[in-house]
């Protein structure tokens, strides 16, 4: 299980945060897995205002996580003649969204972490 940490668009973090949009089209250069861990960081600005408006790629601090439950690879022998896409893409379903954080949740979050295991090692010894 890998932690893949992408960029998305505002308009599409919003449709997986009410749980409209339960799959993810990725190209697959991270080699993306079933259990692996999706954590989409909302942008200000779209694809299409970065690339041809040249806006910058400005986050919002809110994060989405979510979790690979299936995965469709469009490779050359089973589904490339079906999708005009290239066959380097995979489609992945996705099981949550989770948890919605800022940086500064992130940081609590991960202190939080920190203690509790710290606790636990503690309660191990006695």
Known sequence: MKRHDLKCDYDQFLEVLIGNKKC?????????????VLILHETHFDAVEM??????????????????SHIIELDKTSAAWYFPIAFEWVI???????????????????????????????????
């Open 24 to 36: 993810e089209l990725r190209f697959n250069d991270r080699d993306f897995q079933k259990g692996d």
């Open 51 to 68: 690339k041809t408006l040249g806006k910058p790629r400005v986050y919002t601090g809110r994060a989405i996580n979510a979790v690979v």
């Open 92 to 126: 992945m379903s996705l099981f949550g969204p989770f948890l919605i954080i800022d940086d500064k949740e992130r940081q609590e979050y991960k202190e939080w972490c920190k203690n509790y295991r710290e606790a636990e090692k503690h309660e191990k010894k006695r």
